[in-house]
Protein backbone atom coordinates (compact mmCIF):
# COMPACT_ATOMS: atom_id res chain seq x y z
CA UNK A 1 0.00 0.00 0.00
CA UNK A 2 1.60 3.95 -1.01
CA UNK A 3 0.27 5.64 2.22
CA UNK A 4 1.42 8.63 0.83
CA UNK A 5 -0.28 8.34 -2.32
CA UNK A 6 -4.09 8.29 0.47
CA UNK A 7 -2.16 11.18 2.44
CA UNK A 8 -1.21 13.28 -0.70
CA UNK A 9 -5.44 12.89 -2.19
CA UNK A 10 -6.56 14.43 0.99
CA UNK A 11 -3.77 16.76 2.23
CA UNK A 12 -2.89 19.02 -0.70
CA UNK A 13 1.39 19.72 -0.61
CA UNK A 14 1.72 23.45 0.85
CA UNK A 15 -0.95 23.46 3.44
CA UNK A 16 -0.51 24.08 7.58
CA UNK A 17 -2.87 20.78 7.89
CA UNK A 18 -0.91 18.69 5.43
CA UNK A 19 2.54 19.70 7.80
CA UNK A 20 0.56 19.23 11.31
CA UNK A 21 -0.37 15.70 9.72
CA UNK A 22 2.62 14.42 8.24
CA UNK A 23 4.43 16.06 11.28
CA UNK A 24 2.46 14.04 13.63
CA UNK A 25 1.63 11.06 11.70
CA UNK A 26 4.90 10.18 11.28
CA UNK A 27 6.67 10.92 15.31
CA UNK A 28 3.90 8.16 15.62
CA UNK A 29 5.04 6.25 13.08
CA UNK A 30 9.01 6.12 14.47
CA UNK A 31 7.63 5.60 18.34
CA UNK A 32 5.58 2.60 16.64
CA UNK A 33 8.69 1.18 14.81
CA UNK A 34 10.67 1.88 17.55
CA UNK A 35 8.25 -0.09 19.91
CA UNK A 36 7.87 -2.82 17.56
CA UNK A 37 11.67 -3.31 17.44
CA UNK A 38 12.43 -3.05 20.89
CA UNK A 39 9.92 -5.77 21.66
CA UNK A 40 10.36 -8.00 18.96
CA UNK A 41 6.82 -7.61 17.97
CA UNK A 42 5.03 -10.49 15.57
CA UNK A 43 4.35 -7.30 12.82
CA UNK A 44 5.15 -6.25 9.35
CA UNK A 45 7.16 -3.02 9.63
CA UNK A 46 5.66 -2.00 6.53
CA UNK A 47 2.18 -2.55 7.60
CA UNK A 48 3.08 -1.00 11.29
CA UNK A 49 4.40 2.69 9.47
CA UNK A 50 1.36 2.87 6.72
CA UNK A 51 -1.17 2.15 9.81
CA UNK A 52 0.56 4.97 12.11
CA UNK A 53 0.66 7.39 8.70
CA UNK A 54 -2.65 6.73 8.29
CA UNK A 55 -4.65 6.43 11.44
CA UNK A 56 -5.76 10.34 11.87
CA UNK A 57 -6.65 10.19 7.91
CA UNK A 58 -10.26 11.77 8.94
CA UNK A 59 -9.19 15.01 10.55
CA UNK A 60 -9.72 17.61 7.64
CA UNK A 61 -13.25 16.91 8.02
CA UNK A 62 -13.84 17.64 11.38
CA UNK A 63 -14.29 21.80 13.45
CA UNK A 64 -11.12 21.63 14.82
CA UNK A 65 -9.83 25.15 13.67
CA UNK A 66 -6.68 25.37 16.37
CA UNK A 67 -4.72 22.57 13.95
CA UNK A 68 -6.22 23.91 10.82
CA UNK A 69 -9.06 21.39 9.91
CA UNK A 70 -12.18 23.34 9.00
CA UNK A 71 -14.53 20.83 8.11
CA UNK A 72 -18.60 20.33 9.96
CA UNK A 73 -17.59 17.31 12.11
CA UNK A 74 -16.92 16.99 15.55
CA UNK A 75 -13.29 16.02 15.78
CA UNK A 76 -13.94 12.90 18.16
CA UNK A 77 -15.75 11.52 14.74
CA UNK A 78 -11.94 11.96 12.92
CA UNK A 79 -11.47 7.76 13.64
CA UNK A 80 -14.28 6.37 12.22
CA UNK A 81 -14.79 8.77 9.34
CA UNK A 82 -11.06 7.90 8.50
CA UNK A 83 -11.97 4.71 8.71
CA UNK A 84 -14.82 5.39 6.37
CA UNK A 85 -12.37 7.14 3.24
CA UNK A 86 -9.63 4.55 3.79
CA UNK A 87 -12.60 1.42 3.26
CA UNK A 88 -13.41 3.52 0.48
CA UNK A 89 -9.82 3.89 -0.91
CA UNK A 90 -9.96 -0.05 -0.76
CA UNK A 91 -6.88 0.32 2.03
CA UNK A 92 -6.63 -3.20 3.89
CA UNK A 93 -9.37 -3.82 6.94
CA UNK A 94 -6.65 -3.74 9.38
CA UNK A 95 -5.75 -0.06 8.38
CA UNK A 96 -8.65 1.30 8.12
CA UNK A 97 -9.61 -0.29 11.96
CA UNK A 98 -6.62 1.48 13.40
CA UNK A 99 -7.71 4.65 12.27
CA UNK A 100 -11.18 3.64 13.31
CA UNK A 101 -10.25 2.33 16.82
CA UNK A 102 -6.96 4.50 17.93
CA UNK A 103 -9.17 7.72 19.59
CA UNK A 104 -8.54 8.09 23.12
CA UNK A 105 -6.90 4.74 24.53
CA UNK A 106 -10.57 3.58 22.80
CA UNK A 107 -13.74 4.02 22.94
CA UNK A 108 -16.79 1.17 24.44
CA UNK A 109 -20.33 1.53 23.63
CA UNK A 110 -20.86 2.56 27.54
CA UNK A 111 -18.87 5.93 27.12
CA UNK A 112 -20.70 7.16 23.91
CA UNK A 113 -24.10 6.16 26.27
CA UNK A 114 -22.87 7.89 29.52
CA UNK A 115 -20.90 10.80 27.83
CA UNK A 116 -23.58 11.22 24.63
CA UNK A 117 -20.37 11.03 22.53
CA UNK A 118 -21.83 12.28 18.54
CA UNK A 119 -20.74 8.51 17.67
CA UNK A 120 -22.40 5.67 16.30
CA UNK A 121 -23.48 3.10 18.75
CA UNK A 122 -20.50 0.58 19.00
CA UNK A 123 -17.27 -0.64 20.10
CA UNK A 124 -14.44 1.29 19.00
CA UNK A 125 -11.50 -0.68 21.63
CA UNK A 126 -8.58 -1.55 19.99
CA UNK A 127 -8.54 -5.05 19.77
CA UNK A 128 -5.21 -6.50 17.45
CA UNK A 129 -1.64 -6.27 18.21
CA UNK A 130 -1.27 -3.66 15.16
CA UNK A 131 -4.28 -1.39 16.36
CA UNK A 132 -3.28 -1.23 20.37
CA UNK A 133 0.15 -0.58 19.21
CA UNK A 134 -0.81 2.46 16.93
CA UNK A 135 -3.15 3.71 19.46
CA UNK A 136 -0.50 3.58 22.13
CA UNK A 137 2.06 5.42 20.25
CA UNK A 138 -0.17 7.93 19.37
CA UNK A 139 -1.13 9.73 22.93
CA UNK A 140 2.67 10.65 22.98
CA UNK A 141 1.82 13.55 20.08
CA UNK A 142 0.05 16.23 20.09
CA UNK A 143 -1.56 17.82 16.71
CA UNK A 144 -0.78 21.20 18.54
CA UNK A 145 1.44 23.16 20.67
CA UNK A 146 5.23 22.43 20.40
CA UNK A 147 4.38 18.55 19.19
CA UNK A 148 7.27 17.24 21.17
CA UNK A 149 6.83 13.72 22.74
CA UNK A 150 5.11 13.72 25.65
CA UNK A 151 6.15 12.55 29.08
CA UNK A 152 4.49 9.52 30.58
CA UNK A 153 3.43 11.47 33.66
CA UNK A 154 1.79 13.98 30.61
CA UNK A 155 0.09 11.54 28.83
CA UNK A 156 -1.75 10.02 32.31
CA UNK A 157 -2.55 12.96 33.14
CA UNK A 158 -4.75 13.58 29.43
CA UNK A 159 -6.21 10.50 30.13
CA UNK A 160 -7.16 10.83 33.56
CA UNK A 161 -8.84 13.91 32.01
CA UNK A 162 -11.52 12.07 29.91
CA UNK A 163 -12.28 9.47 32.68
CA UNK A 164 -10.60 6.96 34.92
CA UNK A 165 -11.60 4.21 33.02
CA UNK A 166 -9.55 5.77 29.92
CA UNK A 167 -6.62 5.82 32.58
CA UNK A 168 -6.68 1.82 33.03
CA UNK A 169 -7.17 1.18 29.24
CA UNK A 170 -4.14 3.53 28.82
CA UNK A 171 -2.35 1.91 32.13
CA UNK A 172 -2.84 -1.71 30.38
CA UNK A 173 -0.88 -0.61 26.63
CA UNK A 174 1.77 0.84 28.36
CA UNK A 175 2.01 -2.35 30.82
CA UNK A 176 1.77 -3.95 26.96
CA UNK A 177 4.50 -1.65 25.12
CA UNK A 178 6.77 0.03 27.77
Do not use: W
Amino acid sequence: MDYQTIIDKYYPAGSPLRDIYMRHCRSVADLALEIAARKSLPLDSAEVEAAAMLHDIGIFLTDAPVIHCHGSEPYIRHGILGAALLRSDGVDESVAAVAERHTGAGINADDISELSLPLPPGDYMPRTLLERLVCYADKFYSKSGDMQRKSLERVRASMARHSSATLARFERLHQEFS
